[in-house]
């Protein structure tokens, strides 16, 4: 019983994680009705990103902060560069320049940061919580999880320029949201450890 | 006419000269070309004409591949004959599987057939099934011997005898698509309720489609297991899908040439990716695809349409 609930509430924190990222995802089909196939190596590679930060001896809300920017300018050179030539291009073409970044991403990171796993530090505390049924860990991440929707809700809902990216009136929304997408799946991180996968 | 005749003509000399000029593997890569030009015009069939995407068409692969690898395997079925099979039951697969497809489009579809993509490893290892599919092992089936005396080495004669079947296939795709089948499949495609209002049957065609392509990619696949002589279920993992998407797109979607083109692309360029860096083969793949669909973002086979138009139109 005891397993149970613990598993449950493990599978809410990862839940929680897999949340973020399809909120990026959505939010860049939404301004775009493009499917970004990438996403997941984004994340993957902005993970890395906050990984050599941290191995560096940063301090982790500070490599957050950094990754967090960094992301957000990858994802503008990523739109700018990448995607905007071929906005014109027929839906399958622009798929198949997202399965492209995909793999040149996939390749690229392996390439440098090697297949094998690395582990991730938490910035929370290592005793349970919760009626010993749930880490900080885990409680972190829902709560991550929350507080980007909230911050997202409210840059939607109260801010002229989310008004305008929801409205698709700004040419620079493209841009933007991609930038969010990638600034979302930050919490990826939050698994614990990271690996690159070959594709 | 009678040029495009002509040139298909040269062309297929210089097909039947190649394996006598290149060695026993370039013959056996580009018996891979042709087996991935006849998968890759089945999914254009689907896509490029008909409009459906399918992101799992690796998983008709898989099953015209353990059609053929076990009736080989387990019936002692002359590999010839294994063809019609697997393409038949690749026709009754596909087709039930566009039935629940009809009530589905784009990206839904998309999701529908990447999950079909995903789940067909997974199935072909179920161990109930171990007796006949070999399991994880998978099956390893004989590499067949040129009949009749002929004087060609086993590499050669696949690559005739995949020759021939592809032939046969692209001719029986042409006289598909160019007729009465070919121009409702694109009505569907660009207005599926105009098509409606004109008569076609549009849950018959769709799920026709879907049989149809399914058949292509079978043989493809059958084709592949003889020539490979060997099927695992993780060589038919969801990239196989993923690189005949990208196959169609760099092709040349809803075009029968473009399967040659997109064939020689996804054989290919990995070898050459391969040779420019070993350390990231697949970034360098990645960077062809973006810069061939930035400078033919409808294909090779749209860039070789507009290159003749154009010097049509300046004499």
Redesign the interface.
């Known amino acids: 019983m005891e397993a149970l609930a613990h598993q449950i509430l493990a599978g809410l924190a990862t839940g929680g994680i897999y949340a973020s990222l399809a909120l990026a995802l959505v939010m860049i089909y939404q301004a775009t009705h493009l ?1 970004n196939f990438a996403q997941g190596e984004l994340a993957m590679a902005t993970t890395y990103v906050a990984w050599s930060l941290i191995d560096a001896g940063v301090p982790y809300w500070l490599a957050f902060l950094a990754t967090v920017a960094i992301a957000f300018i990858l994802g503008v050179l990523i739109e700018r560069i ?1 995607i905007r ?2 906005e ?3 839906v ?6 997202f ?6 991403l ?3 990171t ?2 440098i940061y090697t297949y094998t796993i690395k582990s991730f530090p938490s910035p929370f505390p290592k005793e349970m919580a919760l009626g010993r049924f749930m880490s900080p860990h885990e409680l972190g991440a829902i709560g991550i999880t929350f507080v980007v929707l909230a911050a997202l809700y409210a840059f939607f809902r109260f801010t002229p320029l989310g008004a305008f990216v929801i409205g698709n009136e700004l040419k620079l929304s493209v841009a933007l949201v991609l930038i969010i997408g990638v600034l979302l799946v930050r919490p990826q991180g939050l698994f614990g450890s990271l690996q690159v996968s070959r ?1 | 006419m009678k040029r495009n005749l002509l040139v298909l003509g040269i062309l297929i000399l210089a097909a039947c000269v190649l394996p006598f000029v290149v060695s026993n593997y370039r013959t056996f890569q580009l018996t891979l070309v042709l087996v991935y030009a006849i998968a890759l015009l089945g999914l254009n069939i689907l ?1 490029g004409y008909n409009g459906q ?1 399918s992101l799992g068409h690796g998983a008709f692969y898989a099953l015209g591949a353990y059609c053929a690898a076990i009736l080989i395997d387990k019936a002692g079925v002359p590999y010839w004959a294994t063809l019609p099979a697997a393409g038949a039951a690749c026709f009754v697969a596909g087709f039930l599987f566009g039935l629940p497809a009809l009530r589905l489009e784009g ?1 839904y579809l998309a999701l529908a057939t990447f999950a079909l993509g995903v789940a067909m490893p997974q199935l072909l290892k179920y161990h109930q099934l171990e007796k006949w599919t070999g399991g994880v092992q998978g099956i390893v089936i004989p590499k067949p011997d040129a009949p009749w005396g002929l004087p060609l080495n086993a590499d050669q004669w696949l690559y005739f005898f995949t020759l021939a079947v592809t032939l046969v296939m692209f001719l029986l795709g042409w006289n598909l698509l160019r007729g009465r089948v070919g121009r409702a499949l694109t009505a569907i495609r660009d207005h599926a309720i105009a098509a409606e209002a004109m008569g076609v049957d549009n849950a018959l065609y769709k799920s026709l489609a879907f049989g149809v392509s399914a058949l292509y990619t079978g043989v493809a696949g059958a084709l592949s297991a003889i020539a490979v002589q060997f099927v695992a279920p993780d060589s038919f993992n969801i ?1 196989v899908s ?1 690189v005949f ?2 196959g ?3 092709g040349g ?1 809803a075009s029968i040439s473009g399967a040659l083109y997109g064939a020689l692309f996804i054989q290919f360029i990995p070898n050459i990716a391969d040779d420019i860096s070993t ?5 360098i ?3 062809f ?2 810069g061939f ?2 400078l033919m ?3 090779v086979a749209g860039a070789v349409r507009l290159l003749l138009a154009k010097r049509r139109s300046a004499p």
């Open positions: 499917v990448i030539p071929v014109r291009a027929p399958l073409a622009v798929v198949v320049v399965i492209a970044l995909l793999v040149i996939n390749s690229v392996g390439w594709v | 896509t995407i990206l990239f993923i998407l990208v169609i797109v760099i979607l350390a990231a083969p697949w970034a793949f990645g960077v695809l973006i669909v930035y973002p409808t294909g």
